[in-house]
């Protein structure tokens, strides 16, 4: 029985969260509590003062104080695992949804002229399948034949269904997807377990994510701080011992606990993890977390025009005769040349020739030699049987033509060309033989809402630069509409590549958006690649990242993300260490107060007790940890504005509001515990 993928849900529901409160003990495994410096000192410490108890216990001694240190430390490091725990609940919810789908899906196996019914975990990179009004498409592929209208709610997330057709940079097809119209056959492009929706598993669930270089440079940052601050408790029984105090191990733990920053050391995996997730929630697909971060960092933009600037699907409009040419030896010539022409582009060539009168029988075509359009050559055309070479291609490729082979190029050529290029559609020339016979004008359509977007992107600091393969003319016509920064017209796959490496060589970071074969190498090239989910299978393969929404205006939304990821990291890294500060009043007067009755002053919260102090701080310390965890899961908003004014924003709020907070917080919960006789 076919299947297809349900969004998952935005909230949690209490299986979730059940679920998540489980792994926060499963992920007191010591290989799990390993890759987290702070919490694993915390376990060690929690595991001294158990042991601590318990022999109180046997020899008779009072262990109330070491048992709530011992069950606080515990729930410090239950609370850190949780927040990785949720901030993994929403990926496995839909890791479950993409997994059922996968593994329900049945698909119509092509073997020669016959069709065998197999599961789609069985196909190979090479099967053909056949998929018809209202199946599920089996696996990642290729449409090579036919055309169809295919829903991709469940993956987009969005109602309308797009088209998908053989021979065209929207041929791409996704696992789990549902056609809704007609009959297409699929080349698979992915073996078992490497397919789209594989590796949507695997990045949801957690398995594929890697540390990023920022998060990689705070770990070490808070190891560091961490060793410091055990070295300082480690010689402070010495110290302690020179003024004649006596300092408990318990006391000693509770204080390293204190002093480490535990509260950053706690969120950072959340932190990254909820960066994915929030990426995944606006339907982009990321590869790796640095993908995520790196956007927040980029400077550059680089768009492909066709398809990604515009909706893609040019349409013929009108057919100009030039030199004094017969109209309909025009059309017929374009029509000739654009029969084994697949693309939208020249399947409208065709439709709007035969909606004029013009059409070509077939023994005109029987055993021509048909030339297919390349992004080198950027140039198409049939060879007849009757001896007639008919070429169609951008104005710049057919007047080298007609240079190299010495054609008589008409005086008006050149006006009808940058007619039809200043209004921002494509012209191409149409030779038959040795005359130029006219212009065919191909009308793009920019995105809407693409200016303002841009817009928005010019105001976060970032540069966006159009390429395509179109002449200048249209290219300027296409980046006003759009309101880009710059074009480049006339662009290989090379000019894209080198462009990027160029603005790579003098230290920016480059993020590429595109969706065809040819933009592959860029795609694989920028620091951030983001594919069209619409595009090609080689495209797709080569980002590191797929927008399933296919907008290219989703960067925005992305580097957003990014920014705020790198925002979210640096207030909360802030306030770990700004709350330290209230700890030190608490603490260091309860340790040495009665042989140095001078730091009573110190006692600025006016605790009731040593004890009570010390409990406190411990305590506060393991709360603000879920207190936090919805700023780490929904990370702190970034709006444009310079980089002073944020770090003043981030230092005012998170740094004076670490230094206040916990001077209430630890007060309070003092008040507490004397109402409950701790005092």
Excluded at 292 to 312: F, H
Excluded at 488 to 507: C, F, N
Aim: charged content about 20%; some cysteine.
């Amino acid at each position: 029985m076919s299947q297809t993928l349900k969004p998952a849900q935005s909230t949690f529901s209490a299986d979730q969260m059940q679920e998540a409160f489980k792994g926060g003990f499963k992920k007191f495994a010591p290989r799990m509590l390993a890759k987290n410096p702070v919490m694993l000192v915390v376990t060690v410490g929690s595991l001294v003062t158990l042991y601590i108890t318990v022999a109180n216990v046997v020899t008779g001694q009072p262990f109330l104080y070491e048992l709530s240190i011992t069950v606080i430390l515990v729930f410090t490091v239950w609370f850190a695992n949780v927040a990785e725990s949720i901030a993994e609940a929403r990926g496995k919810a839909q890791a479950k949804s993409l997994r059922s789908a996968r593994e329900g899906t049945q698909a119509r196996r092509l073997t020669g002229q016959t069709e065998q019914m197999v599961s789609s975990v069985e196909l190979h990179k090479g099967d053909l399948v056949v998929v018809e009004a209202g199946g599920v498409i089996p696996g990642d592929g290729e449409v090579i034949e036919g055309i169809a209208s295919v829903d991709e709610s469940a993956i987009t997330g969005e109602s309308a269904p797009v088209i998908r057709e053989a021979g065209s940079d929207f041929s791409g097809v996704t696992g789990g997807t549902r056609v809704l119209s007609d009959r297409i056959v699929v080349r698979i492009s992915s073996n078992p377990g490497e397919s789209f929706l594989d590796r949507m598993i695997s990045l949801v669930e957690g398995a594929s994510r890697q540390k990023t270089p920022n998060e990689i440079a705070l770990g070490i940052l808070l190891s560091a701080l961490t060793l410091v601050f055990l070295l300082v408790v480690v010689t402070l029984p010495a110290i302690a011992g020179f003024v004649g105090v006596k300092v408990d191990v318990t006391t000693l733990v509770a204080l390293l606990v204190c002093l480490i920053p535990t509260t950053i050391g706690g969120l950072l995996p959340a932190i990254g993890i909820a960066g994915m997730d929030r990426a995944l929630k606006a339907n982009v697909i990321a590869k790796s977390g640095k993908a995520v971060e790196v956007a927040g960092d980029v400077d550059t933009l680089l768009l492909d025009k066709t398809g990604t600037i515009t909706y893609g699907n040019r349409q013929a409009t009108s057919f100009i005769v030039v030199g004094g040419a017969n109209p309909k030896a025009l059309m017929e010539a374009a029509l000739l040349s654009s029969l084994a022409d697949q693309t939208p582009e020249g399947k409208s060539i065709v439709a709007l020739a035969r909606s004029s009168g013009v059409s070509a029988s077939e023994k005109q075509t029987e055993g021509a030699e048909f030339i297919e359009f390349t992004a080198q050559t950027r140039m198409s055309g049939v060879n007849l049987p009757d001896g007639r070479q008919i070429r169609k291609g951008s104005s710049d490729r057919m007047l080298k033509l007609a240079q190299e082979q010495g054609l008589h190029v008409p005086a008006d050529l050149k006006t009808q060309v940058e007619k039809v290029a200043s209004i921002g559609a494509t012209p191409l020339v149409v030779v038959e033989d040795r005359q130029i016979l006219g212009v065919v004008a191909l009308s793009d359509v920019v995105k809407t809402g693409m200016r303002e977007r841009f817009a928005e992107l010019r105001r976060m600091g970032l540069r966006t630069v159009m390429v395509t393969g179109d002449n200048p003319l249209t290219a300027q016509a296409i980046a006003k509409e759009a309101g880009v920064d710059a074009f480049i017209a006339e662009a290989t796959p090379e000019d894209k590549l080198r462009l990027i490496r160029e603005e790579q060589s003098v230290g920016k970071r480059v993020a590429m958006m595109g969706d065809g074969t040819n933009d592959a190498p860029a795609l694989a090239q920028a620091d951030v690649g983001l594919a069209m989910n619409s595009g090609t299978p080689a495209a797709k393969e080569a980002g590191n990242m797929i927008d399933l929404d296919n907008d290219p205006t989703k960067l925005l939304e992305v580097i957003e993300i990014g920014k705020g990821l790198l925002i979210t990291r640096g207030a909360l890294t802030t306030f770990s260490i700004a709350n330290d500060v209230a700890k030190y009043f608490a603490i260091l007067p309860a340790l040495f107060v009665t042989s140095i009755p001078e730091l009573k002053v110190l006692d600025v919260m006016g605790l009731g007790s040593p004890q009570s102090a010390i409990l406190s701080a411990v305590v506060f310390n393991a709360l603000i940890i879920p207190a936090l965890i919805p700023v780490a899961l929904k990370g702190v908003k970034y709006t444009p504005s310079s980089s002073d004014a944020l770090l003043a924003k981030n230092l005012l709020v998170y740094g004076l509001g670490g230094v206040l907070l916990p001077f209430v917080g630890i007060k309070l919960i003092d008040l507490v515990l004397a109402l409950l006789g701790w005092n």
